[in-house]
């Protein structure tokens, strides 16, 4: 059973930093690539960046420069670092495998606020 368990999440103030961590099972991680995604209130859920099994990694606009994913494969986990937040990063931040119908995990909420 395919499954992601994000964590990592919590306040912050605009300017800070978190990261957050995504555990994932049931299926070979090390050649899988995955992605972090986003909801905030009221919008759809939107892609953030990815990673390839092999490391590469590509980003949204909105994001470059100031988030970092980054991945272990010995330990089926995913990372997103990110910096230089501002209150439009608030939203609960999903990790799931790109371009599949899995089911999504429960997120983790990321509030960016003074």
């Known amino acids: 059973q395919v499954q992601f368990a994000e964590s990592g999440g919590g306040l912050v103030q605009p300017g800070g930093s978190l990261r957050l961590s995504c555990l994932a099972s049931?299926?070979?991680?090390?050649?899988?690539?995955m992605g972090w995604y986003r909801q905030a209130p009221g919008k759809q859920r939107e892609f953030v960046g990815g990673?390839?099994?092999?490391?590469?990694?590509n980003y949204v606009h909105a994001v470059e420069g100031r988030f970092t994913i980054s991945r272990d494969n010995a330990k089926n986990t995913m990372y997103l670092q990110m910096k230089s937040l501002t209150p439009e990063d608030t939203a609960v931040y999903y990790c799931?495998?790109?371009?599949?119908?899995?089911?999504w995990g429960q997120g983790t909420q990321v509030t960016v606020s003074s």
């Open positions: 049931g299926f070979a991680f090390d050649t899988t690539a």
């Open positions: 799931h495998r790109v371009g599949t119908f899995d089911s």
């Open positions: 990673i390839t099994g092999g490391g590469t990694t």
